[in-house]
């Protein structure tokens, strides 16, 4: 069955335009509070959101379907994406719902749901609750008697820092640390230097005045530079760039060097593995991961489990096989002994107490492998399938050629826009480069 209004992770469009309006998301409310109004308690729903302006309209639209729908509402304001998954739980909680295009513009926005489990929903779901909003709307409507009623959180910043604070082993604080943090004007704009602070670090905060426009703005993880600039500028020991929602991570050694996804969770796994605390033998990373992260995981006798890409497709590997550790290269880090699903912060302090622990330099201990040269570019088609061409089968088969065993392609198109990625991988880095702009000249020359 297609879907039309959930994609990879949840619902996601410009404000205002196609299905990103106010009465599609009281619908989807009013829906995703039928499907779990089970059994006779009283039902709640967590609601958080990013610092988007649109929030403003996009909360209290889901709130009206909700509580039209039967569920008692809890609004907790801008908190991280991981914070409303935790709230969930911890609130025993039927639903939660995170209100964030995450590192997209002020433009975006979307919505992301979290069972009671705290892990998002499954893609039979998030069709169950389209399959209502579009036929079932007002079947999905209580009698005034069973209203819910919306409430908002006054401690659940509180709760979320004391969770994340509880993360890092005992003994450990950063004292004699100087961090720059970068929180992209985004959902942890309050909540990550508080914690930093409360744990001993010296914390510079950039990216912490959001106005509503301005999130990911030139700032965050997907926007490093002015992270990297003020870290050298302040002689920091490390950088920590949050995207809008705080569920990925780029951080910056003490010379401004960029530390991507792959590099954090070769350290986090590597240094659990030593503590005797890794589950399944290794880590979980999407097709996108380096080369050289998966020689060096193979090379301590640890394994590089491979899923598309996608956060999501991450998680479902690490619940099916055991694994503790896992993310993508983009920054998004799952350490389920504490999370279910990417946390930026919580994978900053795993670092931070590594750093700490073993008294190295960011630079030192967040190099952990040599990448192996890797180049991806994006074309964008009109209409068709530029892949199943003559031309461009033939590009691909030379290509694979060329690598010969000793390196990857990865070819795939988005899911959320016309566009083809391709992204080659060796040790022979013209080859890598002319093998890429072969198959994107044939992709162009197709579309």
Known sequence: MSRKYFGTDGMRGEVNQGFMTPDVAMKVGLAAGRVFRRGDHVHRVVIGKDTRRSGYMYEPALAAGFTAAGMDVIMVGPMPTPAIAMLVKSLRADLGVMISASHNPHQDNGIKFFGPDGFKLSDETELEIEALVDNGFHKSLVPSEKLGRATRLEDARGRYVEFAKATVPNGVTFDGLKVVVDCAHGAAYRVAPMVLWELGADVISIGVDPNGFNINKECG????????????????????????????????????????????????????????????????????????????????????ERTKVGD????????????????????????????TTGDGLIAALQVMTEIKQSDHKASEACRQFQRVPQLLKNVRFKGGDPLATGPVKASIAAAEADLNGTGRLVIRKSGTEPVIRVMAEGDDEAVVNRVVDQICAEIEASA
């Not at 097709?287 to 006798?301: A, K, Y």
């Not at 503790?324 to 350490?335: F, M, P, T």
């Open 221 to 304: 993880s997907t926007h490093p530079d002015a992270m990297c600039q003020r870290v050298v500028a302040e002689g920091a020991d490390l950088g920590i760039a949050l995207d809008g929602d705080a569920d990925r991570l780029i951080l910056c050694d003490e010379t401004g060097a960029i530390v991507d996804g792959d590099q954090i969770m070769a350290l986090i796994t590597r240094n659990w593995h030593k503590r005797g605390v890794l589950k399944g033998g290794g880590l979980v990373s999407t097709v996108m991961s380096n080369l050289g992260l998966e020689r060096l995981l193979e090379g301590e006798g640890l394994t590089l």
């Open 312 to 339: 999501r497709y991450v998680v479902e590997r690490m619940r099916e096989k055991g694994f503790n550790v896992g993310g993508e290269q983009s920054g998004h880090i799952v350490l389920s002994d504490f999370a």
